[in-house]
């Protein structure tokens, strides 16, 4: 980065460093604009006297010091309103507290917990217009960036140009700093034969012309493997991952039957490989839109032929889904599955599909249970639960008394778990 290309702005990590004060609250920003050298040397405001310092971190990219390190405790706690393994780490320290939310309210609860004072992101270098641009994530950036007192930004190089609502006009910055040259990848998912299996199934659900969401994870990946076949496909959706960026340049997703902005991927944030990033560098096709937008479930339902393509850790008999906790310990977040399966339930011929392998710990533990594990969280509640796919087949909720729910999860569960399921679905008068 050439320093002359920001004037006074521009500063080194030493001076970010040094214009964090005791009590601050540092909002800083997802995936692709994460700051990665700030957050490298955080940890070093211990050493400048600084206390009490709050930090909103959401699925960090990189197991930074001040996550790991000893003696950090009364220095940099941290907010969360998702956990990546990094924070599920250290939740036992009592260094991390989840902020429960749905995705499309996450600058609300954001807000309303600890209002941000300062903001630190990466962007891209400044355009012949002024502008950089805030190219992978719009999930709170935009209005973080509004309200807070200090914004320092790291030019990285390396991060793609993508339309919607990303691009902030150099004046709006306060400081500038040296960034990376690269930008994370998301991990490879291994995938099972089971899993394989359960692909299967949930790509017959998908027709030419639907349009898509896909969560996080290989299963959702494998899915989007099976689709390079359909046509006029589109994406609305609050990730736009590599497996959707290959089904946009193999043809089959167009976007021409979108009934909500049409001719146009839509998507709150992305996170994929190189080969997604240069894909939508510039691709007039790629709209990223905050995810109070995006994710709104009255927008959601706007799309036609809505198709939400989601996975699950744990399921009761009678449609109740936890999504984002083990044993009552939080393990992710309630992220967008709420809103999507909400969004796709009321959409016009809208599907909305929980994608789960029928068991757990190879083979001993059924994720299909006759009650929630006690503590486990409801992230989407049985009243917007459609379409259940398990390795055994596809089991519809939609419409369902609850007997016939039972019936049509025990059908897809592991046959090891059937007959107790059922009797346990009679001893506690599930039915």
Same mark, same amino acid.
């Given at each position: 980065?050439? @320093?002359?290309?920001?004037?006074?702005?521009?500063?080194? %990590?030493?001076?970010?460093?040094?214009?964090?004060?005791?009590?601050?609250?540092?909002?800083?920003?997802?995936?692709?604009?994460?700051?990665?050298?700030?957050?490298?040397?955080?940890?070093? *405001?211990?050493?400048?006297?600084?206390?009490? %310092?709050?930090?909103?971190?959401?699925?960090?990219?990189?197991?930074?010091?001040?996550? #790991?390190?000893?003696?950090?405790?009364?220095v940099?706690?941290?907010?969360?309103? !998702?956990?990546?393994?990094?924070?599920?780490?250290?939740?036992?320290?009592?260094?991390?507290?989840?902020?429960?939310?749905?995705?499309?309210?996450?600058?609300?609860?954001?807000?309303?917990?600890?209002?941000?004072?300062?903001?630190?992101?990466?962007?891209? @270098?400044v355009?012949?217009?002024?502008?950089?641009?805030?190219?992978?994530? /719009?999930?709170?950036?935009l209005?973080?960036?509004?309200?807070?007192?200090?914004?320092?930004?790291?030019i990285?190089?390396?991060?793609? =140009?993508?339309?919607?609502?990303t691009?902030i006009?150099?004046?709006?910055?306060?400081?500038?700093?040296?960034?990376?040259?690269t930008? !994370?990848?998301?991990?490879?998912?291994?995938?099972?034969? *089971?899993?394989?299996?359960?692909?299967?199934?949930?790509?017959s659900?998908?027709?030419?012309?639907?349009?898509? /969401?896909? $969560?996080?994870?290989?299963?959702?990946?494998? %899915?989007?493997?099976?689709?390079?076949?359909? =046509?006029?496909?589109?994406?609305?959706?609050?990730?736009?991952?590599?497996?959707? &960026?290959?089904?946009?340049?193999? &043809?089959?997703?167009?976007?021409?039957?979108?009934?909500?902005?049409?001719?146009?991927?839509?998507?709150?944030?992305?996170?994929? #490989?190189?080969?997604?990033?240069?894909? *939508?560098?510039?691709?007039?096709?790629?709209?990223?839109?905050?995810?109070?937008?995006?994710?709104?479930?009255?927008?959601?339902?706007?799309?036609?032929?809505?198709?939400?393509?989601?996975?699950?850790?744990?399921?009761?008999l009678?449609? /109740?889904?936890?999504?984002?906790?083990?044993?009552?310990?939080?393990?992710? &977040? #309630?992220? $967008?599955?709420?809103? !999507?399966?909400?969004?796709? !339930?009321?959409?016009?011929?809208?599907?909305?599909?929980?994608?789960? /392998?029928?068991?757990?710990?190879?083979?001993?533990?059924?994720?299909?249970?006759?009650?929630?594990?006690?503590?486990?969280?409801?992230?989407?509640?049985?009243?917007?639960?459609?379409?259940? %796919?398990?390795?055994?087949?596809?089991?519809?909720?939609?419409?369902?008394?609850?007997?016939?729910?039972?019936?049509?999860?025990?059908?897809?569960?592991?046959?090891?778990?059937?007959?107790?399921?059922?009797?346990?679905?009679?001893?506690?008068?599930?039915?």
């Amino acid at each position: 980065m050439d @320093p002359c290309d920001y004037g006074s702005k521009y500063i080194d %990590v030493d001076q970010a460093l040094n214009k964090i004060k005791s009590g601050d609250v540092i909002a800083v920003a997802a995936y692709g604009n994460e700051p990665v050298r700030f957050l490298r040397r955080l940890h070093e *405001i211990a050493d400048r006297g600084v206390r009490d %310092v709050t930090l909103w971190l959401a699925n960090p990219q990189e197991e930074y010091p001040f996550l #790991t390190m000893e003696g950090m405790e009364d220095v940099i706690s941290i907010l969360s309103i !998702f956990y990546g393994p990094s924070l599920r780490r250290i939740h036992s320290t009592g260094r991390v507290s989840f902020v429960p939310n749905n995705l499309h309210g996450c600058v609300a609860a954001m807000l309303e917990s600890r209002k941000p004072n300062v903001f630190v992101g990466a962007v891209t @270098p400044v355009d012949r217009f002024g502008y950089v641009c805030m190219s992978t994530s /719009q999930q709170f950036e935009l209005e973080l960036f509004d309200i807070c007192e200090t914004v320092m930004l790291e030019i990285n190089p390396a991060l793609p =140009h993508i339309a919607g609502t990303t691009r902030i006009p150099v004046d709006k910055v306060h400081y500038f700093m040296e960034g990376e040259n690269t930008v !994370f990848n998301s991990p490879i998912y291994p995938r099972t034969e *089971i899993q394989e299996t359960i692909a299967d199934y949930a790509a017959s659900l998908i027709h030419d012309g639907d349009t898509l /969401q896909l $969560g996080i994870g290989g299963m959702p990946d494998a %899915v989007a493997e099976r689709l390079t076949d359909r =046509h006029d496909m589109g994406i609305y959706t609050e990730m736009l991952g590599s497996a959707m &960026g290959k089904l946009m340049a193999c &043809g089959a997703v167009n976007n021409s039957k979108k009934t909500f902005h049409r001719n146009r991927t839509v998507a709150a944030f992305t996170w994929g #490989t190189r080969e997604l990033y240069d894909y *939508i560098d510039d691709n007039p096709m790629v709209d990223l839109l905050p995810v109070g937008y995006v994710n709104d479930p009255a927008n959601i339902a706007k799309n036609k032929n809505m198709v939400s393509v989601n996975t699950a850790l744990e399921i009761d008999l009678t449609g /109740q889904i936890c999504s984002e906790s083990i044993g009552g310990k939080q393990y992710s &977040g #309630t992220g $967008g599955a709420w809103d !999507f399966a909400y969004g796709a !339930f009321h959409a016009e011929n809208g599907r909305g599909i929980i994608a789960l /392998q029928s068991t757990a710990k190879s083979g001993t533990i059924s994720r299909i249970v006759p009650r929630l594990t006690s503590g486990n969280i409801v992230t989407i509640p049985r009243n917007i639960v459609d379409i259940v %796919v398990t390795e055994y087949g596809i089991a519809h909720l939609r419409g369902r008394s609850v007997r016939q729910r039972v019936e049509e999860l025990i059908a897809v569960a592991h046959p090891d778990f059937r007959a107790e399921l059922r009797a346990e679905a009679n001893r506690l008068e599930i039915w």
